[in-house]
T-cell receptor, first 117, second 119 residues
Framework: AQSVTQLGSHVSVSEGALVLLRCNYS??????LFWYVQYPNQGLQLLLKYTSAATLVKGINGFEAEFKKSETSFHLTKPSAHMSDAAEYFCAVASYGGGTSYGKLTFGQGTILTVHP | GAVVSQHPSRVICKSGTSVKIECRSLDFQATTMFWYRQFPKQSLMLMATSNEGSKATYEQGVEKDKFLINHASLTLSTLTVTSAHPEDSSFYICSARDRGKPSSYNEQFFGPGTRLTVL
C-alpha cells in the first residue's frame, strides 16, 4: 500500500519569496514520486518526477524537489515565486507493482498556492 | 508531444440520462488509460484503469455498471456515466501512459478534464 500526505492545504507567499510545499509518502517499495500542477478547470501538468536516479530533481518553471528516503519526503521548492505560480499542486506516488496496477498513481490532498504582489 | 484530449470539456444533462466522455491520446499510443474524478476542492480519486482490448479494472467502491469504460483502440477510451444523478456531478479527468516509453518512465499524461453537471 502507498499513500501521500501533503502538509498544508493552503500556502501563501509573497512574490519573490521562497516557495516550499511539503510532501511525505509511504510506500513498501522504492517509490516513483511526482509533482503536478493544476490550474482552475484544467487537467494536471507534470512539474517533475523522481524515478530513483538523482535525489535532487529539477523540473519546469524553476521548481525542484529533493527525495529524502530517511525522511520519506519529497518537498517541492522554488527560490522565487511568481504570480503565475498560483495554482494547486499535487504530490503523487506511483505503484511499483506489476499487472494492471502498474503505473497507478495515488495523490495527496493538494496544496493551493497563493502568491501575493 | 504526449497530448491527451477530452471531449466534451463541459456537459450539462438531466437526471436519468447517460453521458459519454471521450479520452484520446493524440500523438502516442496508450495501452493503459486511467479515469479519475475530482470533487470541488478535493484531490483526484482513481476510478478505474482502462487497458486496450480488455475489461477495465475498477477501484473499490466504484460501480462498474454505472461507469462504463471502453478502451476500443490504442488512442481512445470512453467513460459513460449511465443514468446520471446530481451526485455524479464532478470533474472527470483521464490520463494515459505512452506504450512507446520504457516501463521505468511510468509517467501519466493528463487530459484537460470534463466538467459534468447533472441537473
Amino acid at each position: 500500500a502507498q499513500s501521500v500526505t501533503q502538509l498544508g492545504s493552503h500556502v501563501s507567499v509573497s512574490e519573490g519569496a521562497l516557495v516550499l510545499l511539503r510532501c511525505n509518502y509511504s510506500s513498501s517499495v522504492p517509490p516513483y514520486l511526482f509533482w503536478y500542477v493544476q490550474y482552475p478547470n484544467q487537467g494536471l501538468q507534470l512539474l517533475l518526477k523522481y524515478t530513483s536516479a538523482a535525489t535532487l530533481v529539477k523540473g519546469i518553471n524553476g521548481f525542484e524537489a529533493e527525495f529524502k528516503k530517511s525522511e520519506t519526503s519529497f518537498h517541492l521548492t522554488k527560490p522565487s515565486a511568481h504570480m503565475s505560480d498560483a495554482a494547486e499542486y499535487f504530490c503523487a506516488v506511483a505503484s511499483y507493482g506489476g499487472g494492471t496496477s502498474y503505473g497507478k498513481l495515488t495523490f495527496g490532498q493538494g496544496t493551493i498556492l497563493t502568491v501575493h504582489p | 508531444g504526449a497530448v491527451v484530449s477530452q471531449h466534451p470539456s463541459r456537459v450539462i444533462c438531466k437526471s436519468g440520462t447517460s453521458v459519454k466522455i471521450e479520452c484520446r491520446s493524440l500523438d502516442f499510443q496508450a495501452t493503459t488509460m486511467f479515469w479519475y474524478r475530482q470533487f470541488p476542492k478535493q484531490s483526484l480519486m482513481l476510478m478505474a484503469t482502462s487497458n486496450e482490448g480488455s475489461k477495465a479494472t475498477y477501484e473499490q467502491g466504484v460501480e462498474k455498471d454505472k461507469f462504463l469504460i471502453n478502451h476500443a483502440s490504442l488512442t481512445l477510451s470512453t467513460l459513460t456515466v449511465t443514468s446520471a444523478h446530481p451526485e455524479d456531478s464532478s470533474f472527470y479527468i483521464c490520463s494515459a501512459r505512452d506504450r512507446g516509453k520504457p516501463s521505468s518512465y511510468n509517467e501519466q499524461f493528463f487530459g484537460p478534464g470534463t466538467r459534468l453537471t447533472v441537473l
